[in-house]
Structures are given as C-alpha cells and as structure tokens.
C-alpha cells in the first residue's frame, strides 16, 4: 500500500506545486538505478506472496459478525509475538511478518523470506500460509477471527457493521454516505490519500455495480438506504444527481476498494530483460486469473451480478479530473487519461523479437512526451521510456513534506511516490536503492481465495506457469485491447463457464521450438483419467529446481510475420485455454505446466502434491467446482432467511462467515467448492 513515512502529509493544495518537483526527482532517481543496475544479470529465482486478511469479530447472540478495527493493536501483539519467535530461533528471515493496509480491520502477512527455485520452497507455501493464519487466530479475541474474503459482504449497509460502532457523518476525508473515517488506518498516508483523491477528482468517488435482480427485487430499484437529502458536505448532492445509478450498488469511498483483500505474487528475474519478458507474457494471463479466482459477489450489503473487485478498486482511486475523464475541454498542459490509476496494463514493454508494439500496443496510451524524451536521450529504449513516462503523467497523491528534497542518487522515494500509486494488473519493478534485490516482476489480478488450500494452489501455478513461459519461449501476445476486453468479461456473473476470451491460437514461436510431445498428446486431457499427469516425451535436461536465467534463442528462421495480428487469437472458452483446444495445436497451460514439470527431477510424493493444487484448478476451469464468487452467491440464496430481493441480511451474513470460518478450517465439507479429498489442517503455534 505504499511507504508509511513518519511526517506531515500535504493535502491536495499544498502538494500541487510540488507534482512536477516529484516527477523530475523520480526520473533522476530512476536513471540512477538505470546507470547502476541496467546490465545486472545472475539474480536467482526469489519469489513471494502477499495474502491479504479482515479480522471480523461474532456477536452470536445478535447474529451479526462485524469488523474489528483493531489493526494496530492486533499488529503490535503480532510484532511482539514474531520477535520473540526470531530470538529464540535465532533467525529472523524464518518467522512470517505482518503489515497494516487500507482498513482498520485488514492485516497483510508475507513469507518472513522470500521463496527460492527449491521444489521444497513451493511446497511450503501452504504451510506457511497456514502458520501465518494460525499466528494472527491465536493472539486475537475469543471472538474474532482472520478471514481471506476479498469484499466483506456488509462493509457500508445499514446498521452495525464495524466493533467499535461509529457514525458514517464524520467521515472527514471521504465524505462518504456509508463509510465512517474510523474504518481507514490512522496512519496520515491513507486519510491524505483518501482526502486527496476526492480534492483532485473534484468530487467524490462514484462506484456502481450492477445489481443482481432476483424474483422479488423491486423495479427499478432505487436503494433506499442512500440518504438523498443529506446536506452534510458539499459533495452530498452528487447522488441525485447522477453518481447514483438505478438497478446499481452505488458506493462512494475509497475504502470499498481498498478495503478489498487480494492474492498478490512477486517474482524475481534473472536480469532486466528477463523480468520484461515476464511481465509481458503475464499480461494476458492476468484477466484469467481473475475469472478463476472470482470471490466478491457481495458488496454493502446487496448481490452484484458481478463476481469481482477490480471495478470496484479501479473506481475507488480514481482522481481524474472531468477534464482527464473527457467531459469536459482539457487545460493547456493536461492529459486525457482513458484509464483510472488502478486498472489493466497498458502496453507491453519486452524488446524481444516475438513483441510487435505497433500491432499489441493498441489503446490509447498517453505518455509524458518531455519525460519520455529525456529517458531517449539518456539511453532508455523507447518501450520502457514510453511505459515510464506512461506512469508518469500522474500526479503524486501524498507527498510529506519532510520528504519533499532528497539525494536522488541514493533515494527512490520521489519513483515510488508515483511508481507505487500505479495499481495494474502487473507491475514491473526496479530494485530497491542500498538493496540485494534484483529486477521483478508483480502479479497482482488474483482475488484472495477462502482457504489457505486454494491460495497455495493459484500461488503454485502461477509460479509453475511462469517457468514454463521461460521455458519453452512462449509467445502469449495479443493486443492490449482484447486483453482490456478480457479484464471486463472476467468480472462478469459465472465467467468462468458463461464467457469466452481472447487468447492466442499458437503459443510455440516456431514449429520447431515446440516439445515433440505437444502434437501428439490429447488436447484438453492433460491427466488421465486417473488424475495422473501425463507423461511428456522429448524435453531433455532433468533439474531439481525451478530454473531462472533462461537463455534467448535468437529468432527463427521460419519466423517471418506472415498473419495479420487478427489472425493470431481467437475466442476460447476458459477450459480451451487452460486445457487445450480439440483439432489444434494449441496444448492448454495446464499441459504447458505438466511439460514443464516434465523436464524436472521430482520426487514422486512432491508431484503428487503439486497435482493436487493443479487438480483444484482443472476443476475450476471445467466447472466441477465452484469459484468462490458462485460458492458465495449460492449460500446466500439458499439461506432459509434470504427473501430473494437481493439484500444480504445481517444474519445471513453472520451464518455466511461462519460458514467459510468452518470450511476454513475443516470442520465443514464443501464439495461444490473445494475437492473431496481435501480437509484443512490447521498447524499449532
């Protein structure tokens, strides 16, 4: 969420006239990491996850589960309780750590090290993930619990929502009909922030998620539990005046947003190149993965007839003037942005051969043309010239004032203040100034799953996927606008079984790169009937770890551009994708991942393990199981209390969380969600 300084933050016009002082340091700060590092190569593969959690505490005897707003308590308990385990260890890189987010009652937790190459390393993830649940349940209330949900269901509905109560009037910083301020973390970076995005949109956030209509949801249906006629603050009348939508879940804060829980993973690259690569060829697997792990159907208290976050976090942050949004004439100096702070990729910035940025790079992308030439001139290639000042035409949002000169030759502060307020699906990360940390890349689509299972599940594929896109050379371009096309069909009711995506027809860069056993293994059956993987012929080179450092074949001969781009992908059902396309081809990720695995040496209990994982996502894919989205919608309206008007009840809620707290920890088989075989196993702390 950004650096968390000890200082005075600015609001909005006191940090104007700083904006083009942080741009001009940031890029100075860059080219200094640029001068330094540009030619650093060997970094091994380093990796990690970010999982997300909401402290909710029960009232059982009112049947309501609420948020806690404990978060600097709680984080100061975990703090304690992580340096007593280092000490006695000896050994501060073994013990997870905990970080504060957006909200009061959100915790964020990482590995205490970074994950290596070791097949062992992949296989702790869950583990892992599940001593750092167990750490943070063990040192909270009798009646709280940590929950992975990425939306808690009722975040601004009527009533009692958060523990300790409090009045959404004196929301300061939001002006927010729903959200009072004592749900943002106190630090002063997240209500500046807040403050600060309402100040330079020139209004308040407007969310609007399309209801879902059930058989006796009243049409058209105009919430009632918006208060119209507030007259609070100056932003009050926007509602009905047009921020409010008929048949939508109009929300009007950033902390709907961010106070969403995600699944993120971080990846080191072996050099600059490789990290490029990695980030391109990750882009249009990001809407993908956003279908996949779909679990935010409930917001403020109503079902959405979509499954997922990312709208809702894109409009949350999105301080673009009416200027920049085109509505109205644009000032002398200005952008038109076509895009929130928050939202997809917008160009692909690989130099290697197989990228065509004139045919993939095909939305509108304003650049900074004075930052972009002084990269050019300083000798930054145009692609990542062209991303940078992409990024750059935004201003810095929270700027303290302590921070405001600094020595650009050992600082990044002024980068990141921009860098870091860029929230895309994929994020390309410099290393950090004084620091051991190479070139990386972020993946950041993924909603945060209800189980520790399936977060180590999507971690491990997604690890695994990327070595095979290493691997074999893939060549996964499509242009940025359908991957944009496929980002909004992502988050639409079920599109895991009702939507068709985008994606490209050959994925070998020549005939001849492809393993001998693509042609002859059966598309759309990467394991037998059996659930045992196939086996992969023709890959030579066993290894005994994830590999980094993957040399480029130069470009083949046969690799003349003969197709036009729109011949190059077409529309697939997502178990196409994933498992491959009859009459084709093209093998599907799961076999890409399974020749892969193919080329290591693993001991056969660790690739059962592995399958297992890979198993849950299959599933997932075909639709055997459920998304977490489905899975939530559905208990809902089989709730003996729901009425079928779309309204998420208190108590509905209350029994729902109680729910996945039981799945959770296996008390309770879920068999639409989550594989029979499995049960959670909760590690002693």
Known sequence: MGLLYLGTPLTWDETKPYADHVRTHGITQFLHIWDRLKDRHGDELLWGDEVEYMVAAFDDQDKNAKLSLRQTEILAKLQAITDDIADTRGDSQSVPTFHPEYGRFMLESTPGAPYTGEIRDLLSVESDMRHRRALARKHLKDNEIPFTMTSYPRLGAPGVFTEPHYDPEDAESSHSFFLPEEITNPHARFPTLTANIRRRRGAKVAINLPLFIDSRTPRPFVDPTIPWQRTLYPEDPEAKQGAALIDHIYMDAMGFGMGCSCLQLTF?????????????????????????????????????????????????????????????????????????????????????????????????????????????????????????????????????????????????????????????????????????????????????????????????????????????????????????????????????????????????????????????????????????????????????????????????????????????????????????????????????VYMYLDTLDIEPAALARIEDYLDLVRRRTDGRLQTAASWIREFVRSHPKYEFDSVVSKEVNHDLMVAIDEIERGLRDAPDLLPANHRAKSPKV
């Open 268 to 592: 080191q690259a072996c050099n600059i190149n490789e990290a490029r690569r990695l980030y391109d060829a990750l882009i249009p697997i990001a809407p993908l993965m956003l279908a996949l792990t779909a679990a935010s159907p409930l917001w403020r208290g109503y079902i959405a007839n979509v499954d997922c976050r990312w709208d809702v976090i894109s409009g949350c942050v999105d301080d673009r003037t009416e200027e920049e949004r085109g509505l109205k004439p644009l000032k002398e100096g200005r952008f038109k942005i076509p895009k929130s702070r928050y939202d997809s990729v917008s160009l692909y910035i690989s130099e290697y051969w197989m990228n065509r940025p004139k045919d993939y790079n095909d939305i509108d992308a304003p650049h900074d043309p004075a930052i972009f030439d002084r990269l050019r001139e300083h000798g930054v290639d145009e692609l990542l010239s062209r991303h940078i000042a992409h990024l750059f035409i935004r201003d810095p949002l929270v700027i303290f004032s302590e921070t405001i000169h600094q020595d650009d030759t050992v600082s990044t502060d002024h980068f990141e203040n921009i860098q870091s307020t860029n929230w895309q699906t994929l994020r390309f990360k410099p290393p950090p100034a004084g620091s051991s940390i190479g070139w990386r890349v972020e993946f950041r689509p993924m909603e945060v799953q209800l189980t520790d299972f399936e977060n180590a599940a999507f971690a491990c594929f997604i690890v695994l996927l990327s070595r095979a896109i290493l691997h074999f050379n893939l060549n996964l371009y499509i242009p940025i606008s359908k991957v944009d096309e496929n980002m909004a069909r992502a988050q639409t009711r079920d599109a895991v079984r009702a939507q068709r995506f985008y994606f490209r027809k050959e994925v070998f860069p020549s005939a001849s790169s492809a393993p001998s056993s693509c042609a002859s293994s059966t598309p759309g059956s990467p394991i037998s009937e059996h659930g045992n993987p196939i086996v992969v012929n023709g890959v030579n080179g066993k290894e005994k770890k994830l590999r980094n450092c993957f040399p480029l074949p130069p470009m083949p001969d046969d690799a003349v551009i003969a197709k036009t781009v729109a011949d190059e992908y077409e529309e697939m059902t997502m178990e196409e994708i994933m498992n491959g396309k009859t009459g084709t081809t093209f093998p599907g990720l799961l076999n890409l």
